[in-house]
């Protein structure tokens, strides 16, 4: 009886070299598959999730750098609004999606920096789950008060407030938000009392300043075109430098507050695991974008600073500092969201 070919001994050892040279060869079509996958990115439209909703600051610039980083792509980078709790909606939404380089997202650098320390429970952890790719701007806020209040600076303004301790109100686009936590700050340097009203968005707060419901607000770039119209009275930047749009008004910093600095920034940023060299490739086509008159202009009228010279590490810093420096006001004031 002949013996079967896998018990014969030269069967076996063959055998084994086709198994092992099997499991080599997949073993390194799976390393190559990223590199290969990079080589032929990107072979479709791009999608570039804005956290937000349109409308708004962020909307706003990735609408601006959007075409630009199309033209450097050879694909369409197309913006698709994901608003919805402070951000954290479009970054669950971009921490889902495929490392591929087909999904990105541009969001404020609040959503990444301060919603983990004011959510009970996020589905995601940025440090861990995203790669900041490149910062777009710096974004200030304005101190701006309705025209009916007697004040005409910061100065007088404080002095108003502490005559009037509580009767005062002044709102935000919600609970953390840059102009909120601005709005804290204040509250505790200037040592005043006034009363936070939180809204679903910058655009009914600017409303409500603008008719008086609301006494003032931290502007976040809509109001700047009320300013100029004379409707909202613009006292001071929440800044460490003052804004080149608007070289007279002085930093809250140089108006007795020393050390003041709300200032936030918007930047890009992909999935955690998208390969090097597609990082690499939307990093420059942000930087190219922001290199354009055309996207300065918009976002310098959004009150905002661009910001195509910021290395990679200074963008993963600026986080750190960003949590460092609210970290312990919002831990004072109790700030916390189920």
């Not at 809204?199 to 700047?224: H, M």
Request: net charge positive.
């Amino acid at each position: 009886m002949e013996t079967p070919i896998t018990q014969r001994p030269f069967a076996h050892r063959k055998l084994r070299a086709l198994i092992t040279k099997g499991w080599a060869s997949l073993g390194m079509a799976l390393c190559l598959a990223p590199a290969a996958q990079a080589q032929t990115w990107p072979d479709r439209p791009i999608r570039l999730i804005v956290n937000f909703a349109p409308g708004g600051a962020a909307d706003v610039m990735g609408r601006a750098i959007s075409p630009t980083m199309s033209q450097a792509l050879g694909q369409s980078v197309v913006v698709d609004n994901k608003p919805g709790a402070n951000g954290n909606i479009g970054i669950s939404e971009t921490v889902r999606s495929a490392k591929d380089g087909y999904t990105l997202l541009l969001s404020s650098g609040g959503g990444i920096s301060i919603n983990p320390l004011i959510y009970s429970k996020l589905p995601f952890n940025p440090e861990k789950d995203l790669i900041p790719v490149a910062a777009v701007a710096r974004v200030h806020v304005f101190l701006e008060t309705n025209p009916s209040l007697p004040v005409s600076n910061v100065q007088d303004f404080i002095k108003h407030l502490q005559a009037n301790p509580g009767k005062l109100s002044y709102g935000s686009p919600g609970p953390g938000s840059s102009p909120h936590l601005a709005g804290e700050m204040f509250k505790r340097a200037a040592k005043v009392d006034a009363s936070h009203i939180p809204y679903k968005g910058a655009g009914p707060a600017l409303t409500d300043v603008l008719s008086g419901q609301l006494q003032y607000w931290f502007d976040p770039g809509p109001g700047l075109k009320q300013v100029e119209a004379g409707k909202l009275k613009l006292l001071a930047i929440g800044s460490p430098h003052r804004s080149p749009l608007y070289p007279k008004v002085p930093t809250l910093a140089e108006s007795g507050l020393p050390g003041f600095d709300a200032d936030t920034l918007f930047g890009v940023y992909a999935p955690a695991g998208t390969p090097a060299p597609v990082v690499d490739a939307v990093r420059a086509s942000v930087i190219k974008a922001l290199e354009q008159k055309s996207v300065v202009d918009v976002i310098q009228g959004l009150g905002a600073t661009p910001e195509p010279r910021m290395s990679r590490q200074d963008f993963v810093d600026h986080h750190a500092k960003e949590r460092a420096r609210f970290a312990p006001l919002i831990k004072e004031i109790g700030l916390k969201v189920d």
